[in-house]
């Protein structure tokens, strides 16, 4: 999965759970973005998303794998 793809279903979840989203690329340092939900945020890089890091994002948004 890559950063897009992730962004654009946290978008998903966001809108399904009721919580709010915002993805911030200014707020990041090169080739990153912050990306919240709700009250909790992650920082997101560009590009191809590793399982471990996958994992480790849903994570810091509190977000169940079977969920997202």
């Known amino acids: 999965m890559d950063s897009k ?3 654009h279903r946290a ?3 966001a809108r ?3 919580q ?3 993805l911030e690329p200014a707020r990041g340092k090169g080739s990153h973005a912050r ?3 709700g009250e909790r945020f992650t920082t997101l ?3 191809e998303i ?3 890091l996958y ?3 849903l994570k810091q948004l509190g977000i169940d794998k079977t969920e997202f």
């Open 11 to 13: 978008k998903r979840y």
């Open 20 to 22: 709010a989203f915002l």
């Open 5 to 7: 793809e992730f962004a």
């Open 35 to 37: 990306l919240h939900i």
């Open 50 to 52: 590793k399982p471990g």
């Open 16 to 18: 399904k759970t009721g």
């Open 45 to 47: 890089p560009r590009g």
């Open 55 to 57: 994992t480790a994002l």
